[in-house]
């Protein structure tokens, strides 16, 4: 029985406020609500259906909406056949049709392959629905035919073949886009703020290619814009573009429109011009970062002559009303948090792109795309370009992030900056002076950094130079809080480039232009402590940073709050350095207590950098696994706001693993050398750090060829930097050194001199690298081979691990690699009280293994290898023999190379032993896998593969163990091992 007309009424009106909702579905989501539709309502879907059709007539704006639902009340198509028809398994051209992908209002889209033989591709291909066949969609089809073969982009689905069907309809096939829509992308991933920018810069860049080509889209929305799984954005279906022209409306119907995207004055009939595209860009971007649309109320209802398109409410408050779901996709706390996050610089891009009035929008999407990679870089955007004092304060914003101690120089003195001018906008002069510092500070660092967190290239000493004798000559006496931050910036950046002697000269100068004036936010004073903690000048350090906490301990604003933290961790950094690491581990914690994990940006990048210190920290303490949880926190909290931040994060995550002693995963090491050159560009030297740690993760693998490749390229790099006198060029070269370095050669050693020389000058004495320099040169002292050891070397090294130990031991510190070496060093010497000596301190060693290292660690195994060949030496070697079998079993199969320098000489000792009890087979076939195991793993040309080799020739000639130039570390068991063989030989 046919529906009452009272019913037929409501099913129309109902058809008709889900209309837009529809329309803005992609394919696969429509095709669900027609599924489900046909099953509950099937009166609701034919109504629909002849609503969407109406809209795909030639001009849908001649006739209102409710007298077109009333027309056509004809029955729909079966669902199946609005999707694929029936082409599956046909071919047009030489393509196989293969299964239906994509259904619009003027066509269907299949997966096809290539089927004749020649070569396999995969496409894209369309043909127009015949059931819908009209002139106008027909010419709609061709066009878009036309429009792809003129279009060659990256960001566009390029035209690849085309041709007439035996139907006589026409057909082209794309090239294949295997990805989703931008916003099921962005939301299934939690893209921050920041990577959904980027989509819309890509699909700006996508849409102003097509409009310099004459082509305008039309129809931009989600499902328009896929993203493959690599963030690659592709721009699709311009299936009602029309070319640039000045009738376009005349001469290109609207079929089936996205009401959400389309602007007011296209709903209302007006001409398309590039404008229409440029709101549709705009409602995209309300779409991707406030979860919302510019104007609700329009769409369909904007037909109707009592509703008249009013200003779009801003995009941040659009996001303040979003959902707690929404806000997390986004990165954000909250909706409160990201409606914060959008005011200011993008609540005016978006407000410009979709301005109700054409002439107020973006020029084109060239100059939209260009603003907000403006806001990428954290430039002004020319959105505010009229707003007095906007350029300034974007412009000391900007570059406060990209300097500093931690490659965020800039950014302190901006937001510094811009606090005072924004207190002091009253006082013209000094927001001319401001001004004046902004021009000066743009003309010659800005010049050498490229904007934005994200990509922050080395600004040199030279440049520096430059801008503080401009800073000199400017007329600053009376703006004495701009001209003190300035110099207090030029300080933090000539400490970056490793001058630690002038950044004091110029941090005390900035002291004394304050004359006793206010330190707002103690800005100037937390350079001069950090400098004063660089110099060890720590007690200094520890009074001023208490004094600033007093000060800051009653007031509980944001502000006050992230200072006290930052100041807390200078006295953190300082009370370590006088010892008291328990105390500053207390003081860290505090630090950290003080600052809302969930607040904002500001508040977790802070977070994020009290985490690494901490971290830092436990890992000189060898709490290993509280380090890496810290660092591992610092990376979740900085990877969607700040991803410099986060790498910092991830280096320190793998600075726990070297010092731990354990295995690294190379992908992890390769991962941020990538990421190193992607945000930071491959000449920065912090990718040169990254590179260096590559290196060390490789050495640990057992590859030294490329180990000793990518340490090199690490180490250039950093030279280039900071020069030859920077504590970070001591540290590459040291980690080279070692990464070089053999048994049969003292080559390396005066690379190591002048790294701690290095550190000695700009670090001090006491500094954990100066204590791990001065380790390195002691443990390669005794690694020598006896036959290159020379008079006063044993003696340098037993003074150096003690110094080492002593100094560690005053700061409540372990010195575990000190004392295990020691041991070793003892033993090898040999003499009855060294062997003693040596077995003392190697069962302080067995007891760091129960304290902080796994048994399995690079550590634990050689305690074990130290402790088996002190007693061979001592007298016991069926006990070593055993101690020695069983280290090998455990190293067998594990990578390395210092893995294999122990089983190098398990072996070794194992075939000494077997000699000297008369079990001569046994012997070779322990050299012989020696040998082996060695060419296998380190290659023919390692020190221990010869020294096998020796070993192994010379026991088969001779029939005893001997090396011809006494270069193996074996050598002081020699004397007894061939003793007792030749008692055998007695017997």
């Known amino acids: 029985m046919p529906p009452s007309p009272s019913a037929a009424i409501r099913t129309k009106l109902r058809a008709l406020a889900l209309f837009d909702r529809y329309t803005d579905l992609g394919e696969a989501a429509r095709a669900g609500m027609r599924d489900s539709l046909t099953h509950s309502d099937p009166e609701l879907l034919t109504a629909l259906l002849a609503l969407v059709a109406a809209a795909a007539a030639p001009s849908p704006l001649d006739t209102p909406a409710l007298e077109t639902v009333a027309r056509r009340e004809q029955p729909a198509p079966p669902a199946d056949e609005a999707v694929c028809e029936t082409r599956i398994g046909t071919r047009l051209g030489p393509w196989r049709i293969h299964r239906a992908i994509a259904d619009g209002g003027m066509g269907t889209v299949y997966e096809a392959y290539r089927d004749d033989g020649e070569y396999q591709k995969r496409v894209a291909l369309k043909c127009v629905r015949s059931r819908l066949i009209s002139p106008a969609l027909m010419n709609a089809f061709l066009a878009e035919r036309s429009h792809l073969a003129a279009l060659d982009h990256p960001g566009i689905a390029d035209l690849l073949d085309g041709g007439i069907g035996s139907d006589g309809q026409p057909w082209f096939a794309m090239r294949y886009v295997d990805g989703v829509a931008v916003d099921l992308w962005c939301d299934t991933r939690g893209a921050a703020l920041r990577a959904r920018v980027e989509l819309l810069k890509q699909a700006c860049d996508a849409v102003a290619y097509a409009h310099s080509r004459g082509v305008l889209h039309r129809d931009l929305k989600p499902s328009n814009l896929l993203v493959a799984d690599d963030g690659r954005l592709q721009l699709v279906d311009f299936g009602i573009s029309a070319a640039l022209g000045p009738n376009i409306a005349a001469d290109h119907p609207q079929i089936a429109l996205s009401r959400a995207y389309a602007a007011p004055e296209v709903m209302a009939g007006a001409a398309y011009g590039p404008t229409g595209d440029i709101y549709a860009l705009g409602a995209l971007m309300y779409r991707l970062l406030g979860a919302g649309a510019p104007a609700p109320e329009w769409g369909i209802w904007s037909m109707l002559p009592a509703m008249r398109p009013k200003e779009p409410d801003a995009l941040s408050a659009n996001a303040a009303r979003a959902t707690q779901e929404q806000a997390r996709q986004r990165a954000a706390a909250d909706p409160e948090d990201l409606s914060r996050r959008l005011s200011g610089d993008l609540d005016a891009i978006a407000a410009k792109a979709v301005a109700v009035d054409p002439e107020r929008r973006y020029a084109s999407a060239r100059a939209l795309g260009d603003d907000l990679q403006r806001w990428l870089d954290g430039r002004a955007v020319e959105a505010r370009s009229g707003e007095r004092y906007y350029r300034v304060r974007r412009f000391l914003r900007r570059h406060r992030l990209t300097m500093g101690l931690v490659a965020m120089l800039l950014l302190a ?31 010659t660092l800005g010049n050498a950094t490229l904007s934005g967190i994200g990509a922050t290239p080395f600004s040199s000493r030279e440049l520096l130079g430059k801008t503080e004798q401009e800073l000199n000559q400017m007329p600053l006496a009376e703006h004495a809080e701009l ?47 950090a400098l004063l903690n660089t110099h060890a000048q720590h007690a200094q350090a520890q009074a001023l940073a208490r004094r600033w906490i007093g000060q800051l301990q009653d007031r509980d604003d944001p502000r006050s709050r992230r200072a006290r933290s930052g100041f807390e961790a200078q006295l953190a950094t300082a009370q370590w350095g006088q010892g008291d690491p328990y105390g500053a581990l207390r003081t860290i914690d505090a630090a950290l207590a003080h600052i809302p994990e969930h607040g904002a940006t500001t508040d977790r990048e802070l977070l994020a950098e009290l985490l690494i210190l901490r971290s830092s920290f436990r890992t000189l303490l060898l709490r290993f696994q509280q380090a890496r949880d810290d660092a591992s926190r610092a990376i979740l909290l900085a990877d969607p706001i700040n991803p410099v931040l986060a790498d910092d994060a991830r280096e320190r995550l793998l600075l726990v ?35 260096i740690y590559l290196g060390q993760a490789q050495l640990l693998s057992g590859n030294q060829v490329d180990a000793q490749e990518q340490t090199l390229t690490g180490e250039r790099l950093i030279e280039a930097s900071y020069g030859r006198d920077h504590p970070t060029y001591a540290y590459a070269i040291i980690t080279g050194s070692n ?3 053999s048994n049969d050669a003292r080559d390396n050693l005066a690379v190591l001199r002048r790294g701690l020389a290095i550190y000695q000058a700009t670090l ?17 002292l005794g690694d020598l081979a006896p036959s290159l050891q020379r008079p006063g070397d044993f003696e340098e090294l037993i003074g150096l691990f003690e110094d080492n130990i002593r100094i560690k031991r005053a700061g409540h510190l372990p010195a575990p690699w000190e004392e295990l070496y020691l041991g070793r060093a003892l033993t090898r010497k040999g ?34 290898n130290s402790v088996a060949e002190s007693r061979y030496l001592r007298g016991d070697p069926a006990g070593a023999d055993r101690d020695f079998a069983l280290i090998r079993e455990q190293l067998r199969g594990k990578p390395g190379f210092a893995n294999q320098v122990m089983t190098h000489y398990a072996l070794l000792y194992r075939a000494a032993y077997a000699h000297q009890t008369c079990r001569r087979a046994e012997a070779e076939r322990l050299l012989t896998e020696a040998y082996d195991t060695d060419l296998g793993v380190t290659g ?21 163990l001997h090396n011809d130039d006494s270069s193996s570390l074996l050598y002081p068991a020699l004397a007894p091992a061939n003793a007792g063989a030749e008692r055998c030989q007695g017997r």
């Open 657 to 691: 693993s070297f010092a731990a002693s354990s295995t690294v995963d190379i992908a992890v090491a390769q991962r941020l050398v990538d990421s190193r050159h992607r945000t930071l560009g491959e000449r920065h030297p912090k990718t040169g750090l990254a590179w």
């Open 413 to 443: 003195l901006a937001s510094s900056l811009g606090v005072m001018l924004h207190q002091q906008r009253r006082m013209a002069s000094e927001a001319q002076a401001s001004e004046a510092v902004g021009r000066l500070f743009a003309s």
């Open 739 to 741: 990464i070089r370095s």
């Open 831 to 864: 003499g009855a009280a060294n062997l003693e000596a040596g077995a003392s301190w190697l069962r302080v060693s067995q007891e760091n293994v129960r304290r902080y290292f796994a048994p399995d660690d690079l550590y634990g195994m050689f305690t074990r």
């Open 940 to 960: 023919a040309h390692s020190f221990i593969t010869r020294d096998a080799l020796a070993y192994l020739e010379h026991f088969r000639r001779h029939g005893n």
């Open 764 to 780: 001090g004495p006491t500094h954990p690298q100066t204590l791990q320099a001065k380790y390195r040169i002691a443990a390669r």
């Open 483 to 529: 001209h003190a931050r300035s110099l207090a910036a030029l300080a933090r950046g000539y400490a970056v480039v490793g001058d630690y002697g002038h950044a004091q000269e110029l941090a005390e100068r900035a002291q004394a232009v304050l004359q006793g004036q206010a330190d707002r936010d103690g800005y100037v004073a937390a350079t001069q402590l």
